[in-house]
C-alpha cells in the first residue's frame, strides 16, 4: 500500500477540512489552548493548519512532521507571511530538542498513529516546561468513521462548494476508508488516555467537547 503520507491524499486535505466545521472546531480547541504560550511545538503538523493559526497569532513555531510531501505543502502555505515556522522533518516519537523547551505543545490527530504511545507522550511530558500546556486529540478507534467522513462532505456542500470539490472528497473518503484507518494502532477512550497521561505526569487534564461522533477525544492537560 502506497504510504497516504506521501501520496495524493494530502492534496485533498486542507481543501476539505478547511471548509469542515468539525474539523475547524477541533483545530481552534488546539490553537486556542496556546494562549499564553510563546514557544509552541506542533507535533506531527502535517499541512500546517494548526501552524499557520499560531504564526498568525504572534506565537514561535517549530513544526514536526515525517512527511516530506506534508512539509513541502506547508513550505508552500507559508511562503507569504511574516513569520515561517522552524520545520524539522522527523519522528515525533524521538525529539532532538532539550528539557522544558516549549510553553505548549499542539498533537492533533496524531497520537493513535506512532508505534510507542507511552514514549511518544514521555518525550512531550520532557521537552514540556513547568506550568506548559499540552493540547492532545486523538481517534478512540479506526473503525466507523463514515459519519465523520459524511460530515465533511456536508459542509463542503453547505459552502456552495461542491460539486466543483467532488474529486478531492471522493479522495479524502478513498484514503480514509482504505489508509488512515487502517493504520490506527492505539484505540483508547478518553479516559483510558487521561490515566495515562496522569501516569507519565500530566495534571489538570480536561477533556473538551469533541464534534466527531464519539470516534476521537480532545484533552488539555498541563506539566506542574
Known amino acids: 500500500m502506497t504510504n497516504v503520507w506521501e501520496s495524493a491524499y494530502f492534496d485533498a486535505y486542507d481543501k476539505v ?8 472546531a ?11 504560550c ?24 517549530h513544526a514536526v512532521d515525517m512527511s516530506e510531501k506534508a512539509l513541502d505543502i506547508l513550505g508552500k502555505r507559508c511562503a507569504d507571511l511574516g513569520q515561517r515556522p522552524r520545520v524539522h522533518r522527523l519522528s515525533a516519537e524521538h525529539l532532538p530538542f532539550e528539557d522544558k523547551t516549549f510553553d505548549g505543545i499542539s498533537s492533533m490527530f496524531v497520537a493513535h498513529f506512532v508505534d510507542d504511545l507511552q514514549g511518544y507522550l514521555e518525550e512531550h511530558y520532557r521537552v514540556l516546561r513547568k506550568g506548559g500546556v499540552f493540547a492532545l486529540t486523538g481517534r ?5 468513521m463514515e ?23 471522493e479522495m479524502m473518503r478513498s484514503g480514509i ?11 483508547l477512550s478518553a479516559e483510558a488516555m487521561i490515566e495515562l497521561l496522569k501516569g507519565i505526569g500530566f495534571t489538570d487534564i480536561e477533556e473538551r467537547p469533541n464534534p466527531y461522533f464519539g470516534q476521537c477525544y480532545s484533552l488539555i492537560a498541563s506539566k506542574r
Open 17 to 24: 477540512l478547511l471548509n469542515s466545521d468539525i474539523y475547524l
Open 26 to 36: 477541533v483545530r481552534d480547541v488546539h490553537v486556542n489552548a496556546m494562549d499564553g
Open 38 to 61: 510563546d514557544v509552541v511545538l506542533d507535533s506531527g503538523c502535517g499541512t500546517g493548519n494548526v501552524t499557520i493559526e499560531l504564526l498568525g497569532r504572534g506565537h514561535v513555531v
Open 140 to 144: 478512540t478507534s479506526g473503525k466507523n
Open 147 to 169: 459519519k465523520v467522513v459524511d460530515s465533511y462532505e456536508t459542509s463542503l456542500r453547505k459552502r456552495g462548494l461542491l460539486p466543483r470539490l467532488a474529486p478531492e472528497m
Open 177 to 187: 476508508r482504505n489508509s488512515v484507518s487502517n493504520i490506527v494502532k492505539h484505540e
